[in-house]
T-cell receptor, first 116, second 115 residues
Framework: GAGVSQSPSNKVTEKGKDVELRCDPI?????LYWYRQSLGQGLEFLIY????????KSGLPSDRFSAERTGGSVSTLTIQRTQQEDSAVYLC??????????????FGPGTRLLVL | AQKVTQAQTEISVVEKEDVTLDCVYE???????LFWYKQPPSGELVFLIR??????QNEISGRYSWNFQKSTSSFNFTITASQVVDSAVYFC????????????FGTGTRLQVTL
């Protein structure tokens, strides 16, 4: 498809297990973002990748969260030792990456994570 | 503090009514971008509009219009002749020059359009 894709669409895990969430950006987009949407905290920025630059990790809530982007395209968000407060919808977005900042971000359908 | 406020948590209207969703923001920066996104029941965030802080022209797109007033730090969104398909949560968001490309979202307004 032409949009941002994310997998899995739903993930149920047990507390303490690790999970990996995947994002495939729009073809040709060099900027990629992760956000989290939860009832208590609303929509929160997690991390931002732009080309080969060091990612902006300022939104990651703890060192249990990490993300990588391989080959400048697909990204994986990993949550280690999941906690119940990690339950949320994890949204990925991408943008062209040509304007420096302030570009329109196009979002994927999200991964709904439930930690039991 | 820099923040986005959407004071209306939920709005209910009858189809064909006009409805305005409010967005007020706080920033010390003079350079920023404003956005509106729609989140229908399916959950995906759909981009509606982006506006540069230096461009205060109002915008109209079909039944949608946006009123940007820098003097009151507001970026309100009006739907004319609302339809049931407009039912969704609408988010206002900002990117400030000093925050790279991090979107800061308001808490959203849930719009329910009934027949």
């Amino acid at each position: 498809g032409a949009g941002v894709s994310q997998s899995p669409s739903n993930k149920v895990t047990e507390k303490g297990k690790d999970v990996e969430l995947r994002c495939d950006p729009i073809s040709g987009h060099t900027a990629l973002y992760w956000y989290r949407q939860s009832l208590g905290q609303g929509l929160e920025f997690l991390i931002y990748f732009q080309g080969n630059s060091a990612p902006d990790k300022s939104g990651l809530p703890s060192d249990r969260f990490s993300a990588e982007r391989t080959g400048g395209s697909v990204s994986t968000l990993t949550i280690q030792r999941t906690q119940q407060e990690d339950s949320a919808v994890y949204l990925c977005a991408s943008s062209l990456g040509r304007e420096g900042w302030g570009e329109t971000q196009y979002f994927g359908p999200g991964t709904r994570l439930l930690v039991l | 503090a820099q923040k986005v406020t959407q004071a209306q948590t939920e709005i209910s209207v009858v189809e064909k009514e006009d409805v305005t969703l409010d967005c007020v923001y706080e920033t010390r920066d003079t350079t920023y971008y404003l956005f509106w996104y729609k989140q229908p029941p399916s959950g995906e965030l759909v981009f509606l509009i982006r506006r540069n802080s230096f461009d205060e022209q109002n915008e109209i797109s079909g039944r949608y219009s946006w009123n940007f007033q820098k003097s009151t730090s507001s970026f309100n969104f009006t739907i004319t002749a609302s339809q049931v398909v407009d039912s969704a949560v609408y988010f206002c968001a900002l990117i400030w020059a000093g925050t790279a490309s991090k979107l800061t979202f308001g808490t959203g307004t849930r719009l329910q359009v009934t027949l």
